[in-house]
């Protein structure tokens, strides 16, 4: 904030000049009867009551705990003693150029514990805060809120774009494998042998062989080599354990979402082995390619047959070779399977194009909030807007656009 540059109408003022920031009181669960006043606790809503403790509009602030927390209530509330909330002075501010500024600052620079981050209410109120005329506030209020929805449309379009760009090579997959005349087989009719992972004791000090282990692949067969530990075998135990580029690997035992997530090991570690946890698979591949039976597997319709297969034990689900074997597989023949792998990887350049542009476009998007702050805070902000936007502020200084 640049108070040589500050508008000639502007103040700079103490955030207790503005408002009372007010401490939250203490609501146990057990006191807490339903009804429809939402009870905010640092992290949000966490209950709801039938009284409220304030009733006009506010800024909630984490006290305790998640203190980088702001929220803009307008309906009554309660807030626990975890938290903070403002009584704004209405000749000084309005609740929602409180809230903005609030969203502004960098509150876990006024962090005072060396434990639970905590904030205290006298460092709050001695923050200095720029203080337009109020139908400044207004017009800044209005602008931020027309920003934000656009900002919030651009995120929403961005997850869309990523959630088609995810599911694109699992829809081509199953398209393919639907329309291929695909016969119905047992999984034990294309797998020749499996082996069950070593079970011995590992370490982290990087002595002996790298292990690959459940966590090393995520749910698309990803390989991820970031958290190793090592396993010291005899020659004879790494002969029998050592993985080799193209082995196919199936997880036996794993929460219920994530077990029978299966890859193709990449050859991305020297003479690594694998944990018990693990399957390796030999396939006939004279009928099906490893390739397609690791998409087919963590497609839905291999989810679809190892939910069905697997058995729930306390945290985890487990699935054994036998149950593997029984699990049905559609089968095309081998040059449609070619085909369908092909297809996907003629595609697989611009999926990864659409990926980075996504991810940049993330980026860029992250900065432009605090980027829009800083304009407003500073009074070098534009006020004009679309005729489309609407122009009734109401008493509070919301914008009629509503939340974001």
């Given amino acids: 904030m640049n108070e040589e540059r500050l508008p000639k109408c502007w103040e700079i003022k103490a955030v207790g000049d503005v408002c009372e920031i007010t401490y939250g009181d203490g609501l146990p669960k057990r006191d807490r009867n339903g009804g429809d006043v939402p009870v905010y606790g640092s992290g949000g809503v966490n209950g709801y009551h039938d009284e409220a403790l304030y009733e006009q509009p506010a800024v909630i602030l984490g006290r305790k705990g998640s203190i980088d927390k702001v929220w803009f209530v307008t309906e009554p509330f309660w807030a626990i003693d975890t938290t903070f909330y403002t009584d704004v002075y209405e000749n000084e501010a309005i609740p929602r150029y409180l809230y903005y ?5 960098d509150l ?11 904030l205290r209410k006298g460092d709050l109120q001695e923050i200095s805060i720029p203080i337009p005329p109020i139908s400044e506030q207004k017009r800044i209020v209005q602008k931020l809120d027309y920003l934000f929805s656009l900002v ?5 379009e961005i997850e869309r774009a990523n959630t088609i760009c995810e599911q694109l090579e699992s829809t081509i997959f199953l398209s393919g494998v639907k329309s291929s005349n695909a016969t119905k087989v047992n999984s034990g009719d ?7 992972g070593i079970s011995e004791a590992m370490n982290e000090d990087g002595q002996g062989y ?7 692949y995520d749910e698309k067969g990803s390989m991820d080599y970031s958290d190793l530990k090592h396993i010291e075998l005899t020659d004879s135990e790494f002969e029998k354990y050592s993985l080799r580029e193209g082995d196919v ?16 090991y990449d050859g991305g570690l020297e003479n690594a082995v694998f944990a018990s946890y693990l399957i390796r698979i030999y396939l006939d591949k004279e009928r099906i390619l490893p390739e397609f039976y690791v998409r087919y597997m963590n497609s839905t319709l291999g989810r679809s047959e190892i939910n069905e297969k697997s ?17 049905s597989i559609l089968l095309p023949s081998i040059e449609k399977q070619q085909k369908i792998i092909s297809k996907i990887h003629s595609l697989e350049s611009t999926i990864r194009k659409i990926d980075v542009d996504i991810k940049t476009s993330r980026k860029i ?13 500073n009074g070098e902000m534009s006020y004009s807007i679309p005729s489309t936007v609407e122009e009734d502020i109401n008493s509070s200084g919301q914008a009629s656009l509503g939340e974001f």
């Fill in 152 to 156: 919030k449309e651009s995120s929403d």
């Fill in 108 to 118: 876990e620079r006024y962090d005072t514990s060396s434990a639970v981050p905590s």
């Fill in 190 to 196: 294309v797998i020749e042998d499996s082996q069950y």
């Fill in 365 to 377: 998007l992250d900065r432009f909030p605090k980027s829009l702050l800083k304009d407003a805070f």
């Fill in 210 to 216: 790298p292990i690959l282990r459940m966590g090393n």
């Fill in 249 to 264: 690997l199936f997880n036996r035992t794993n929460s219920k979402e994530l077990v029978g997530k299966t890859a193709i």
């Fill in 101 to 105: 500024f609030f969203e502004y600052l």
């Fill in 311 to 327: 058995k729930q034990a306390v945290s985890q689900a487990n699935i054994n070779t036998g149950e593997i074997n029984s699990m």
